[in-house]
């Protein structure tokens, strides 16, 4: 027997039968597009039922290809989400796209905009029943949400100074500490200077504003908004592999992000480097052009460089059409070692110091940079400027640091 209306269990006339009241279910669909800048975004997320999260009580990601997060709930619920950083348990304090349900079905429509939209919060307006589709269907209430820049700003945690030390690792050296503490206490410039190990000298980052945050969130500071929403063990990994390397001068282009690339920037967990120097060599992180026909413009890729990774692809394209030729196989396999033995040694010996130091440091889950592409530690592959992941970081370095309470 079901009922919209709780009651008493009670006994049956015949003694024989308990009757027992349940409410009816309802299902909730949230309805993600976020085309406007990334379509596969795997978006952090947990579900809030009347208050409580659903267990189990960690992040989830929004799947690629269904782009949809559904619960069955009782008539009466309330359901909301924490979106992003703010599924860390000691973060959410922000639930986002709250929803009463009621006699129907609900689907919330939540469409990403870019650009600063003003006023714009993260609720869900009034719904608009939708008849049936077919005979014997339930209607369904549909609401229509945004997820804008400042929408982000307000699911992104923004780290204190004390939880940025909380979060460093003990044995971390005091000068790092400090730098890092530093940013979340507030600084008046895009600038820090860590004295180097043994050599007297300093390390001196550019914290480089970026144009991203600014064009899409109403109002927003990158010494007060921005830096403090990247999660403080992004800059601890890359200053101690820098400072150990005696590295005296780096820049860093990109940190916590609304809308641009992949979750990681968007949930503070990344960093973006393209200037390395120290007292032997400068490195232009920079490898674009790998694939362009002509001549090469860029230093950091030679002419046969160019000229070997055109036959590779050949034979590469080769080895795909006749796959039951093992002799085409053997041929793209030498044309992609004599490749990469040229790719390898052009690069810059720093480097391929700081990425060797940057593999092997604790906190770093992922280096993407121009020369190889390691998406899971101990698995690397060269960076053949062919898949979007690939060309996107023909430019740069990219670490992502380890926060399985987020994103893993």
Same mark, same amino acid.
């Given at each position: 027997?079901?009922?919209?209306?709780?009651?008493?269990?009670?006994?049956?006339?015949?003694?024989?039968?308990?009757?027992?009241?349940?409410?009816?279910?309802?299902?909730?669909?949230?309805?993600?597009?976020?085309?406007?800048?990334?379509?596969?975004?795997?978006?952090?997320?947990?579900?809030?039922?009347?208050?409580?999260?659903?267990?189990?009580?960690?992040?989830?990601?929004?799947?690629?290809?269904?782009?949809?997060?559904?619960?069955?709930?009782?008539?009466?619920?309330?359901?909301?989400?924490?979106?992003?950083?703010?599924?860390?348990?000691? @973060? *959410?304090? =922000?639930?986002?796209? !709250?929803?009463?349900?009621?006699?129907? +079905?609900?689907?919330?429509? &939540?469409?990403?905009?870019?650009?600063?939209?003003?006023?714009?919060?993260?609720?869900?307006?009034?719904?608009?029943?939708?008849?049936?589709?077919?005979?014997?269907?339930?209607?369904?209430?549909?609401?229509?949400?945004?997820?804008?820049?400042?929408?982000?700003?307000?699911?992104? @945690? *923004?780290? =204190?100074?004390?939880? !940025?030390?909380?979060?460093?690792?003990? +044995?971390?050296?005091?000068? &790092?500490?400090?730098?890092?503490?530093?940013?979340?206490?507030?600084?008046?410039?895009?600038?820090?200077?860590?004295?180097?190990?043994?050599?007297?000298?300093?390390?001196?980052?550019?914290?480089?504003?970026?144009?991203?945050?600014?064009?899409?969130?109403?109002?927003?500071?990158?010494?007060?908004?921005?830096?403090?929403?990247?999660?403080?063990?992004?800059?601890?990994?890359?200053?101690?592999?820098?400072?150990?390397?005696?590295?005296?001068?780096?820049?860093?282009?990109?940190?916590?992000?609304?809308?641009?690339?992949?979750?990681?920037?968007?949930?503070?967990?990344?960093?973006?480097?393209?200037?390395?120097?120290?007292?032997?060599?400068?490195?232009?992180?920079?490898?674009?052009?790998?694939?362009?026909?002509?001549?090469?413009?860029?230093?950091?890729?030679?002419?046969?460089?160019?000229?070997?990774?055109?036959?590779?692809?050949?034979?590469?394209?080769?080895?795909?059409?006749?796959?039951?030729?093992?002799?085409?196989?053997?041929?793209?396999?030498?044309?992609?070692?004599?490749?990469?033995?040229?790719?390898?040694?052009?690069?810059?010996?720093?480097?391929?110091?700081?990425?060797?130091?940057?593999?092997?440091?604790?906190?770093?889950?992922?280096?993407?940079?121009?020369?190889?592409?390691?998406?899971?530690?101990?698995?690397?592959?060269?960076?053949?400027?062919?898949?979007?992941?690939?060309?996107?970081?023909?430019?740069?370095?990219?670490?992502?640091?380890?926060?399985?309470?987020?994103?893993?």
């Amino acid at each position: 027997m079901m009922s919209d209306q709780p009651h008493a269990c009670q006994l049956a006339a015949d003694a024989t039968t308990i009757i027992v009241p349940v409410c009816a279910q309802r299902t909730v669909c949230y309805q993600f597009d976020t085309s406007a800048t990334n379509p596969d975004l795997e978006l952090p997320y947990t579900v809030i039922v009347d208050g409580t999260v659903l267990s189990p009580d960690k992040p989830r990601r929004l799947n690629k290809a269904s782009r949809k997060i559904s619960v069955i709930v009782s008539a009466g619920s309330s359901v909301a989400l924490y979106l992003n950083s703010d599924v860390h348990p000691a @973060h *959410r304090r =922000t639930p986002v796209y !709250a929803v009463e349900v009621k006699e129907h +079905d609900v689907v919330v429509n &939540i469409t990403e905009k870019t650009g600063k939209t003003h006023n714009a919060k993260p609720v869900v307006g009034e719904a608009q029943t939708q008849a049936p589709n077919q005979p014997g269907s339930p209607p369904v209430d549909r609401y229509e949400a945004l997820l804008t820049g400042d929408i982000w700003m307000a699911i992104s @945690h *923004r780290y =204190t100074e004390a939880e !940025a030390n909380d979060l460093l690792p003990d +044995d971390i050296e005091p000068a &790092i500490r400090k730098a890092v503490c530093g940013i979340y206490r507030g600084l008046s410039a895009g600038k820090l200077d860590i004295p180097l190990m043994d050599e007297g000298g300093m390390l001196c980052v550019s914290l480089i504003k970026q144009e991203n945050p600014h064009n899409n969130i109403t109002s927003c500071s990158f010494l007060s908004d921005v830096l403090p929403r990247t999660h403080p063990l992004t800059f601890a990994a890359l200053f101690s592999v820098a400072r150990k390397a005696g590295i005296t001068e780096l820049h860093i282009t990109s940190f916590w992000r609304p809308s641009l690339g992949s979750i990681v920037h968007r949930a503070g967990l990344g960093l973006d480097v393209d200037f390395l120097t120290n007292t032997q060599q400068k490195v232009k992180i920079n490898r674009a052009g790998l694939n362009d026909k002509g001549p090469s413009h860029n230093p950091n890729v030679s002419d046969k460089e160019k000229a070997l990774h055109q036959q590779h692809q050949e034979k590469k394209a080769m080895a795909r059409q006749h796959k039951k030729d093992p002799g085409a196989t053997q041929a793209s396999d030498i044309a992609r070692v004599a490749w990469e033995k040229e790719l390898q040694a052009n690069e810059p010996s720093l480097m391929q110091q700081m990425r060797e130091s940057l593999a092997k440091h604790k906190l770093v889950r992922q280096i993407l940079d121009p020369w190889y592409i390691a998406l899971q530690p101990g698995a690397r592959h060269s960076n053949e400027q062919q898949s979007g992941e690939e060309k996107v970081h023909a430019n740069h370095l990219h670490i992502t640091v380890r926060e399985p309470k987020i994103y893993e």
